[in-house]
Nanobody, 120 residues
Framework: QVQLVESGGGLVQAGGSLRLSCVVS????????MGWYRRAPGKQRELVAQ???????NYVDSVKGRFTVSRDNGKNSVYLQMNSLKPEDTAVYYC??????????????WGQGTQVTVSS
């Protein structure tokens, strides 16, 4: 059974930092590209950072230079270090494979996510 468990969110002032963690089980973690997605209020979920099995990373323009994604294959974990946070980073953050893991042909599998709230 595939499980994605995110943690580390919270309330922080603008300019602050948070580190998100995600533990993954039920998949062969080390061979998958992993990503951090977020869903802001009233918006679609978007992929903000991803890291390949080989460790190459990519970021959406809005977080470049502020967010860093990393992974620990020995712990089946992926992390997102978020610095210089802005109010527009407020969202529920999710980890998943890239593309998202499919529960079946019609449905993706997501964890509960972790809320990040940045106050101005």
């Amino acid at each position: 059974q595939v499980q994605l468990v995110e943690s580390g969110g919270g309330l922080v002032q603008a300019g602050g930092s948070l580190r998100l963690s995600c533990v993954v089980s039920g998949i062969f973690f080390r061979t998958n590209t992993m990503g951090w997605y977020r869903r802001a209020p009233g918006k679609q979920r978007e992929l903000v950072a991803q890291i390949s099995s080989g460790g190459s990373s990519n970021y959406v323009d809005s977080v470049k230079g502020r967010f860093t994604v990393s992974r620990d294959n020995g712990k089946n974990s992926v992390y997102l270090q978020m610095n210089s946070l802005k109010p527009e980073d407020t969202a529920v953050y999710y980890c998943n494979t890239v593309p998202p893991w499919r529960r079946d042909a019609s449905n993706e599998l997501w964890g509960q996510g972790t809320q990040v709230t940045v106050s101005s």
